[in-house]
């Protein structure tokens, strides 16, 4: 069965060489005159070749003849690629490759493919990974969620490689949660480093917004087991202790006091503004996620964040 990758960042890239490995792929790209000569992604994954069975090309139409699409864009321009594309991606096995909640309505990828594309199949493939070691063969798990287990069971099949293993849920919502929440509490652990504030306030920070991942799945009828697997405490814990994670070098640099890379894509920045404005309007205690909030937006320092937690009431665990 034939796969496409819509979508040349790291992420979309890594996955187009990982299943071109297996068998032929396509990777659209907008930039793709620069790939198809140089045969890699110069910008995003350096000295990794792409395998002979990876075509590259920047027709969209081309590349959606395929049955399963693997939509790599950013989390807050998925509404608009599916939209302006649906005539496109109807009839299709859609896979959501990016990680967040959109601003505004508060919807992971899956609910928003199901607005836009209703005759499309929805699922995603979240999970503890960095492009560069997928793209490099090395052995990654990751989670692939589709709430009907028969299509499931496919796309685990189709989407597996010798270096990607794939385990599956139904509890889309899940999964949509855990890897959009870690990337919030991996910028709060990246300031508390870059502040000088130690391991153990990490650990805390880690451990704490644990608990507050599990209790908005809770609020949203997600499955707690599924925020435990891979696409929730193994992505936190992968987010939130390498600095290879664009969320946790956010947050060491508002640690540090430095600015950051304007045009380097953190969807966890977005997505804890989406997500404190759920929290608000649903009255749940999110106070982590209330706080990186807020630091995005320049209206506390790490030094009164960290005290606001500080002085929350004492309480049971």
């Known amino acids: 069965m034939s796969i496409s990758v819509l979508g040349a960042g790291a992420f979309g890239t890594a996955l187009a060489i990982s299943l071109a490995n297996k068998g032929p792929v396509t990777l659209w790209a907008r930039e793709a005159g620069d790939m198809q000569t140089s045969r890699q992604n110069a910008a995003r994954l350096p000295d990794c070749r792409f395998p002979p069975s990876l075509k590259v090309t920047g027709d969209l139409q081309e590349a959606a003849q395929a049955p399963i699409l693997l939509i790599a864009v950013p989390m807050q321009k998925l509404r608009d690629m599916l939209r302006e594309h649906a005539a496109l991606l109807t009839g299709k096995q859609l896979v959501a490759c990016c990680k967040g909640m959109e601003i ?32 490099r063969g090395l052995p990654t798990a990751l989670t692939l969620g589709c709430a009907d287990d028969t299509t499931a069971k496919a796309l685990q099949k189709a989407l597996t490689t010798d270096n990607l293993r794939l385990y599956r849920t139904t509890d889309t919502i899940g999964a949509e949660l855990g890897g959009a929440l870690k990337n919030v509490i991996a910028i709060a652990c990246g300031a508390a480093m870059g502040a000088g504030l130690g391991e153990s306030a990490r ?11 599990k209790r908005l799945a809770r609020h949203l009828d997600a499955q707690p087991d599924t925020l435990a697997g891979l696409s929730g405490f193994g992505d936190l814990v992968l987010t939130c202790t390498s600095a290879q994670s664009r969320n946790y070098r956010l947050g060491q640099s508002i640690g540090e006091g430095r600015p950051f890379d304007q045009t380097i894509t953190v969807e ?10 759920l929290a608000q309007d649903s009255g749940l205690d999110l106070p982590i996620t209330a ?3 807020a630091l995005i937006e320049n209206r506390q320092n790490v030094s009164s964040a960290m005290a606001i937690l500080l002085a929350r009431p004492l309480k049971e665990e």
């Open 104 to 135: 505004g309505t508060g919807l992971g990828p899956v609910s928003i493919i199901a607005q836009e594309v209703p005759q499309a199949t929805a699922a995603i493939l979240t999970g503890p990974s960095f492009a560069s070691d997928i793209a």
């Open 268 to 277: 966890g920045a977005a997505t804890a503004r989406a997500v404190h404005a």
């Open 203 to 213: 650990a805390a920070l880690l451990t704490r917004g644990f608990a507050e991942m």
């Open 291 to 293: 706080v990186v909030a």
